[in-house]
């Protein structure tokens, strides 16, 4: 798997590949770490980095305009809306538990949790969704990328390497 990932970024320049996979809603840092890693050869700050704000720049973008974006697909209707509509409820549903229970540091362990759905993007529209301002959200969904991505780092490569 790791070959054909890597094969289809290959059009790219690593550095910019890296980016690239990091911003993607499913592979977000849990893949762009380890073909940094493993297939780049990156140093691990390097690694760390280009990740970091690869996976970034969806999370800031989505807590930003998902307002707008919401009032322009409320007006519509069509696959768009009712795709959103679902990531929406999914990102609540997976949500709703640990920020009921831990608030924002609860926004900030489910996206450091480097576990499928509970990455930036779902983390940033369940921020959205519980009506949490870019300027409160921000710290915390940045705080759990890092956790994500040293997490990640430590399955990847293994913590004797690390430290």
């Not at 980095?49 to 007006?75: Q, T």
């Amino acid at each position: 798997m790791l070959e054909s990932i890597t094969r289809f970024f290959s059009t790219f320049p690593p550095e910019i590949a890296t980016i690239l996979m990091a911003m993607t809603p499913i592979g977000e840092l849990r893949l762009s770490i380890p073909v940094a890693v493993l297939a780049f050869h990156f140093p691990i700050w390097k690694a760390i980095l280009l990740s970091v704000v690869g996976n970034s720049i969806p999370a800031a973008i989505i807590l930003l305009f998902a307002k707008r974006f919401h009032e322009y697909v409320d007006k519509k209707s069509g696959l768009l809306s009712k795709g959103w509509l679902k990531a929406l409820h999914r990102a609540q549903e997976k949500f709703a538990g640990d920020y009921q229970k831990y608030g924002l540091i609860g926004l900030m362990i489910f996206i450091g949790v480097p576990l499928p759905m509970t990455g930036a993007w779902t983390g940033a529209l369940a921020a959205f969704v519980f009506g949490i301002p870019f300027r409160k959200a921000w710290p915390y969904v940045l705080g759990g990328i890092i956790i994500s991505a040293f997490l990640t780092l430590l399955v990847t490569v293994g913590a004797d390497k690390i430290f």
